[in-house]
């Protein structure tokens, strides 16, 4: 007999691929119903047979996603289904308590340094690559639940191809909220200006052809044996990194300028470039 029965996840499950892990199980499972984040973290509305919930309830105990945390797992008793017609991840509910653990940054994970380093890949050595399993979370969010208008990702309108993944439950960016990409996300500028002469800094004036021609000059500089300083600003989109050439300090002042935060991501670019 089909049931229905809401069931309350708290910990870090906000951030770590919590909801599309539990679309997919549910997908597997034969359940309906819907998925979200809350105030307190993620909400499941579901409905199918008990044994099936059951089922379903122990599989989110035993293997959520590596990155998630969870403290509790809460359930309502079962009750009359309102017959969902599939299941599927629906806006989050901000209403309640706020209270709510955040994810750490995550460093980028192995799928996304594949890609990062494949010349046929659409960000190749696109600095602020991430997925769901990785990327930024508690240094771009500002308020919960976590979606991406609740960060500062959020001036950053999705381009076609980024959109298409984050809306297919398929692809490993479904629903991977700092998604982005060097058409459509944060960009790195490089910028050199002489200290009596300092251009504005938010002109496309010195823009490279590519992400990756920035970095490999930025790279450049540190083997010519430049010495350089990084220094970043926090004020969220608008932040700035700028790079000081020390020995040349008269000639030329490099600036790069990013639009959003992640600078694990940036220096791993200038490592290894
Ligand atoms: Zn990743
Ligand atoms: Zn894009």
Not at 89 to 115: H, Q, W, Y
Not at 143 to 160: G, I, K, L, S
Not at 221 to 227: K, P
Request: aromatic share 12%; net charge negative; hydrophobic share 35%.
């Amino acid at each position: 007999m089909l049931t229905r029965t809401q069931i309350q996840i708290k910990g870090i499950v906000q951030g770590v691929g919590f909801r599309p892990f539990v679309f997919a199980l549910a997908e597997r499972s034969a359940l309906k119903g819907q998925v979200f984040n809350n105030s307190v973290g993620v909400l499941v509305d579901v409905e199918g047979e008990e044994c099936q919930i059951k089922q379903f309830i122990s599989e989110l105990k035993t293997n959520p996603p590596p990155l998630s945390n969870i403290e509790s797992i809460e359930f309502s008793n079962y009750s009359k289904p309102i017959n969902y017609s599939d299941f599927r991840i629906v806006e989050s509910n901000s209403n309640g308590a706020k209270f709510m653990p955040i994810s750490a940054d995550i460093a980028t994970c192995d799928d996304c340094l594949r890609e990062m380093f494949d010349e046929n890949n659409r960000r190749f050595r696109y600095p602020f690559i991430n997925c769901t399993n990785c990327g930024p979370r508690f240094t771009i969010i500002e308020n919960v639940p976590y979606d991406r208008a609740q960060t500062t990702m959020r001036d950053f309108e999705m381009c076609e191809n980024c959109r298409d993944e984050y809306e297919n439950p398929l692809d490993r960016r479904f629903h991977a909220e700092p998604t982005a990409c060097a058409d459509c996300g944060p960009k790195v500028f490089l910028r050199s200006r002489t200290e009596e002469n300092y251009p504005q800094i938010n002109t496309d004036e010195h823009r490279f052809k590519s992400q990756s021609d920035i970095i490999s000059q930025a790279n450049q500089l540190l083997q010519n044996g430049e010495i350089i300083q990084i220094d970043a600003g926090f004020d969220g989109p608008k932040s700035d990194i700028e790079i000081y050439r020390d020995t040349k300090l008269k000639k030329e002042w490099l600036c790069f300028r990013f639009y959003a935060v992640n600078f694990f991501i940036f220096f791993f670019g200038i490592a290894d470039s």
